[in-house]
């Protein structure tokens, strides 16, 4: 009888265990949202990943755990869990996930920004912190943005006398663009080479924000290879980087004519763009370490990747709320009057004496972050955050927009409110876990200092040179819409159309 008995016993216990097992990872593990069997809660996140996870967030808790596909995916929408995630336990968040179509466009994830965490990456970051896009290397390359947003103020002002609407979309991505090329790479693409290089770049932005279902259900990798996405991105792949040998070639030859004339320049400070300063650091080896012309190509594609569509993403966004909000649009007229007086133009010298300025960008920040979701981080090792347990190789999406809209921190989170950043010490450099638009941490973005000077001098000029009004119409209607378009980069959904008239005296 005993020995009958006996096996019976025997799965009892061994189903208590696996019962208290489950039950004390339950209580330890993040709450979840049910999910479905293969595909888990993929199809929870919809065409506004940042709206939806923000709705799940409040059901389920700032700190929540998904599964899409077989991939965990943490979900941070609190400040104080950021705080966590980007400080606390920085390095052991600081790497990023693989993914296939960075494999693709970045030459293997050789770039700064999804290059995985380690030796490499930090000597790449060292590189854009230093010679790249340093303080000092922004403030040598104002007359670049002066010159090209002088350019635009011109094409602005030939409007003025027809009154017909001008399209602030195009023109703000036409003059970023054209500033990052002559950064970049030392001369802008004007013509019929221009019109195919904003579409090449349109086509490089739209594959950064695809999202790619095998990354996370890898059987079901076949459907984007029969959708085409792979195809596409090898196709723009192979046309950026011939046009990137191209431009690399044209500066080696330069060079090699300057070294005949015995006129090299000795130091990155001296180089005229970002091609020359990489070509600088690989010929003498400045950093103690080696750099490719792989590595030369990848971090300028980084330049385009990071410097071009967020800044006018936000430039829109900003013309937007200033249309729909006259109030603070005159404000910021009257801060540019004091400041410039009878001048036509706004300098960057003048930037510093616009603090309405600098409210109206923080808010615009705080409302529109041009990446809602910050680029996706991965747990390097188990951990225990905010009391629930996170393994090794979780992926982390941290939802900048919702935590900006978080009434914990802010009064009216929805309304448009610049004057709430005066006499705040509030920033946007990642030491405010409740406005994070650039990240923080190791993976914060190093271009800070370049997005805002890029996009507080034009802001500024295009308020301080012109009165603008609401068209009338369907296109007026557009133009008070926040509808957002679906991807990477929060973009509104229709062209932002505005009539110019020459500023009042």
């Given amino acids: 009888m005993l020995l009958i008995l006996l096996p019976i016993f025997l799965i009892l216990f061994l189903q208590t265990i696996k019962w208290y097992s489950n039950s004390t990872k339950r209580k330890t593990s993040p709450p979840s949202p049910p999910k479905l069997p293969v595909i888990g809660n993929l199809h929870q996140l919809g065409l506004f990943p940042h709206r939806t996870l923000q709705s799940l967030a409040r059901k389920h808790g700032p700190v929540m755990l998904l ?46 920004s999804t290059a995985p965490y380690g030796e490499y ?4 970051r060292s590189i854009s912190v230093l010679h790249l896009l340093s303080v000092k290397r922004v403030r040598s390359l104002r007359c670049v943005r002066e010159e090209e947003i002088m350019l635009m103020m011109e094409k602005i002002r030939n409007s003025c006398s027809s009154a017909s609407p001008v399209n602030l ?3 703000i991505a036409r003059t970023i663009n054209d500033i990052v090329c002559r950064v970049a790479l030392g001369r802008k693409y004007g013509g019929e080479s ?7 770049l349109e086509e490089f932005t739209e594959l950064l924000g695809s999202f790619i279902v095998g990354d996370y259900v890898p059987w079901l990798g076949w459907l984007t290879w029969i959708s085409g996405v792979y195809a596409k991105a090898n196709r723009v792949a192979k046309e950026f980087d011939d046009l990137l040998e191209e431009v690399v070639e044209e500066h080696i030859n330069r060079e090699k004519g300057a070294s005949n004339k015995k006129d090299v320049r000795s130091d990155s400070e001296g180089q005229s763009d970002f091609v020359d300063v990489l070509l600088w650091i690989q010929r003498t080896n400045a950093l103690g370490f080696s750099i490719d012309r792989t590595v030369i190509k990848a971090l300028i594609l980084d330049m385009f990747s990071a410097g071009t569509d967020t800044i006018s993403t936000l430039l829109e966004w900003e013309m937007t709320e200033l249309l729909r909000h006259p109030l603070v649009m005159k404000k910021l007229k009257d801060e540019g009057k004091n400041v410039a007086g009878d001048r036509v133009h706004i300098t960057e010298e ?21 990446i809602p979701l910050l680029v996706p981080r991965e747990s390097s090792q188990d951990i225990q955050l905010k009391g629930y347990q996170v393994k090794a190789g979780t992926r982390v999406f941290i939802n900048a927009w919702a935590i900006a809209r978080d009434p914990a921190y802010w009064e009216e989170p929805e309304e448009f409110k610049p004057e ?19 990240g923080a941490g190791r993976r914060g973005c190093p271009g800070i200092a370049y997005a805002m000077v890029a996009n507080e001098i034009v802001l500024a000029n295009l308020i301080h040179q012109f009165d603008w009004e609401i068209p009338s119409g369907f296109a007026g209607e557009k133009t008070l819409d926040l509808s957002e378009t679906v991807g990477l980069t929060m973009h509104r959904k229709s062209p932002l ?6 500023k009042k005296k």
């Fill in 67 to 112: 599964h899409l596909g077989s991939v965990p995916v943490l979900v941070i929408s609190s400040a104080e869990a950021a705080c966590e995630i980007m400080k606390t336990h920085d390095r052991v968040f600081a790497n990023r996930p693989h993914g296939k179509l960075y494999d693709i466009l970045l030459y293997d994830s050789k770039d700064v």
């Fill in 121 to 124: 990456w930090r000597q790449i």
């Fill in 169 to 171: 979309s195009g023109l």
């Fill in 194 to 200: 221009g019109k195919g290089f904003k579409k090449l």
């Fill in 350 to 370: 003048d930037l510093d004496q616009m603090p309405y300025l600098m409210a109206v960008v923080k808010e615009t920040l705080r409302l529109h972050p041009p």
């Fill in 420 to 438: 709430r950043f005066l006499n705040s010490s509030v920033d946007v450099k990642g030491n405010d876990f409740h406005l994070i638009p650039f």
């Fill in 497 to 502: 159309m505005a009539v110019a008239t020459t």
